[in-house]
């Protein structure tokens, strides 16, 4: 007699974030937090840039919260030796002023946004989770401030993230692959992709999970640096 019980399905793994300040205050802070939020378990934290590192490689992180200004080696080196060596580990880096040269270059080394030290408790969430499941937290405004900073940096041939075809990195991408990644590098989320191209949120989702791949990039913020770097916007602007 087949057993007819309903199954119990299994429970989703929790977020496991760290750390990094210099300020044990601050950290103390963002753990009352993060400690009262289902889901999300803080699993470490360092107080410089090479007490992150060193924790990064011991423990299985999936986003890390990292100040980019710090004694020692600060969070941009951090950050670049944390996603060279873990892919799979996020970064939000943490920065007191709007619009921070040092936040931008951290992102340029491989952060996937950034945010202010006082956000709102719920916007500290909902940025981990974003980017826990592969989105970016950056606004359209922090955006284009990000390319105006880039701009005199860029290179005369356009970078090629790693797994790009050596042709370049957007040949691959269909007429509406192309669309949506200027639309990313616009600042669109998937709900503004889906109203400005008239499809589904699902087929939206396929459509950039397919840029990822063909690109190589790694997240979206990668995905704004590469449309800008390749001229797609000015094509398009």
Same mark, same amino acid.
């Given at each position: 007699m087949t057993d007819a019980s309903p199954q119990t399905a299994s429970p989703?793994?929790?977020?496991?974030? !760290?750390?990094?300040?210099?300020? #044990?205050?601050?950290?103390?802070?963002?753990?009352? &937090? *993060?400690?009262?939020?289902p889901g999300i378990d803080v699993v470490g934290e360092a107080g410089d840039g090479r007490a992150a590192v060193?924790?990064?490689?011991?423990?299985?992180?999936?986003?890390?919260?990292?100040?980019?200004?710090?004694?020692?080696?600060?969070?941009?080196? !951090?950050?670049?030796?944390?996603? #060279?060596?873990?892919?799979?580990?996020?970064?939000? &880096? *943490?920065?007191?002023?709007d619009l921070d040269e040092y936040a931008f270059?951290?992102?340029?080394?491989g952060a996937s946004g950034f945010l202010l030290k006082d956000v709102r408790p719920n916007e500290l969430v909902a940025a981990i989770r974003t980017v826990h499941e592969g989105e970016a937290t950056l606004s359209p405004r922090v955006t284009r401030r990000m390319l105006e900073l880039f701009a005199a940096e860029l290179p005369?041939?356009?970078a090629r993230p790693a797994g790009a075809s050596p042709a370049g990195p957007l040949d691959a991408l269909t007429a509406r692959e192309r669309e949506i990644l200027v639309g990313i590098a616009e600042g669109l989320n998937n709900?503004?992709?889906?109203?400005?191209?008239?499809?589904?949120?699902?087929?939206?989702?396929?459509?950039?999970?397919r840029v990822l791949q063909k690109t190589g990039a790694r997240d979206r913020v990668q995905l704004v640096i590469l449309a800008y770097e390749s001229g797609l916007l000015d094509a398009h602007g």
């Open positions: 989703t793994a929790p977020v496991r974030v !760290a750390l990094v300040d210099d300020q #044990a205050l601050v950290r103390t802070g963002f753990r009352l &937090v *993060l400690d009262a939020e060193e924790l990064a490689d011991a423990t299985e992180i999936d986003v890390l919260l990292m100040d980019v200004r710090m004694p020692g080696v600060d969070g941009i080196t !951090a950050t670049a030796e944390v996603t #060279a060596s873990h892919p799979g580990t996020r970064v939000i &880096v *943490l920065t007191t002023f270059a951290a992102i340029r080394a005369t041939e356009p709900t503004e992709l889906s109203e400005r191209f008239f499809l589904s949120e699902s087929t939206v989702k396929t459509h950039v999970g």
